[in-house]
């Protein structure tokens, strides 16, 4: 898909932005295109993605580090899955892992078409808000991760947000906080169990954003170098709402953007 490199810039800006503040990435993506004149293209989105993708590794790569470590260790020693933190949480991210890839590949085809309806991205838009909205009744919790069952539970959530305007930050944080994980911890994980998910949606998708001339190319990873930059900064502001308990105000922004996106497809020709 050819884009002008002023949008891919603008795109860049939204995905940075969006990625990690949950109120779906791919839904406001999908809006931005269609108000631009466009598709919604996935192999483009996914491109974009791979910025958001290498800020979440520079924010985090203490605990990647430690998750990788530990977990190639624990294919040899199983203990160190229980034993290490490192270990528990990768466990915890190859649990959820599995539904994830599973709802994805089955979703793969349908959702280019869904993310041109704007009925169904603010259908999702309001899931999401109904998500981040529900943990204020969440009690605090005080678990580092969650069980077995907990986790393959979170990788469906996390599964589900293939769906534009599904937030994949909403639906992990939020059910991770209603298993009773400690809230720095579902941010920790909730960014960890996203990194197979996202890596291999940018092998699958993203040589075929890559294709094309050089201008194309050109706009492309500048966008993906915008959202790299702004995604640090959406991460890390992520970390202090959710630490001090203000997850559910971005109900406030979702709510009305949904029902202004499902009436815009109501009243579309």
């Not at 969440?138 to 599904?166: D, F, H, K």
Request: net charge positive; proline share 5%; hydrophobic share 55%.
């Amino acid at each position: 898909m050819h884009i002008p490199i002023g949008e891919a810039m603008v795109l860049g800006i939204v995905q940075g932005i969006t990625e990690f503040l949950p109120i779906s990435s791919d839904g406001h993506l999908a809006l931005a295109q269609m108000l631009f004149g466009g598709e919604a293209d996935l192999a483009t989105t996914v491109v974009l993605h791979a910025g958001t993708f290498a800020a979440t590794l520079l924010v985090l790569r203490k605990r990647v580090g430690a998750a990788l470590h530990e977990g190639v260790r624990g294919l040899v020693h199983p203990s160190l899955m229980r034993e290490t933190p490192g270990g528990r949480d990768a466990f915890v991210v190859i649990l959820a892992s599995v539904p994830t890839a599973l709802i994805g590949l089955t979703l793969k085809k349908p959702v280019e078409e869904w993310s041109r309806s704007p009925t169904i991205v603010g259908v999702c838009l309001l899931l999401s808000a109904v998500a981040v909205g529900s943990t204020k009744w969440a009690r605090r919790g005080r678990e580092l991760t969650p069980n077995a069952l907990g986790s393959v539970l979170v990788g469906i959530a996390q599964g589900a947000a293939v769906l534009p305007g599904l937030s994949r930050s909403a639906m992990t944080i939020a059910s991770l906080l209603w298993l009773g994980v400690r809230a720095d911890r579902a941010f920790e994980l909730s960014f960890l169990m996203s990194l197979p998910a996202v890596f291999g949606a940018i092998l699958l998708e993203g040589r075929h954003g890559l294709h094309g001339d050089a201008d194309a190319t050109f706009a492309l990873l500048s966008g993906t170098l915008v959202s790299f930059a702004v995604g640090i900064f959406a991460l890390l502001a992520l970390r202090r709402v959710l630490v001090s308990g203000k997850l559910p105000y971005f109900a406030l922004y979702l709510v009305p953007l949904a029902v202004a996106t499902i009436a815009w497809g109501y009243a579309r020709p």
